[in-house]
C-alpha cells in the first residue's frame, strides 16, 4: 500500500524479450542442438536423414553414403504477397 492505495503489480511482456538478440541467439543454439541430437538418432536407427546445405537438398545415409537428391534455384524476388492473418492453404499434387 502506498499512501492508503493498493500499488499494482505491472505486467511485464514477453514481447521485449523475444525481440532482444540474446534471445534469439539463445533459441538458435537450442534448435541446432535438437537438430544435431535428431540426425544422430535418425542415423543411428538406421534411418536416412535429408536436409538443406547450401542450395542443395541431401540425403546421408546410415552407413556414411551420401547423395544430393535436388538442387534448389531462386529467382530472387517471391511471386506471392502475404499480408498479416492471411490464411495459406496448401494441396497435394
Do not use: W
Not at 1 to 18: D, F, W
Amino acid at each position: 500500500m502506498v499512501n492508503g492505495h493498493v500499488k499494482r503489480a505491472r505486467k511485464i511482456g514477453m514481447s521485449g524479450v523475444e525481440d532482444s538478440k540474446e534471445f534469439a541467439q539463445t533459441v538458435s543454439g537450442i534448435a541446432r542442438m535438437a537438430a544435431k541430437a535428431a540426425m544422430a538418432e535418425a542415423l543411428a536407427l538406421k534411418i536416412p536423414v535429408t536436409y538443406l546445405k547450401g542450395n542443395k537438398v541431401i540425403r546421408k545415409h546410415p552407413g556414411g553414403q551420401v547423395e544430393t537428391i535436388a538442387e534448389i534455384t531462386t529467382t530472387g524476388k517471391s511471386s506471392v504477397t502475404l499480408k498479416k492473418g492471411s490464411v495459406l492453404h496448401a494441396r497435394k499434387k
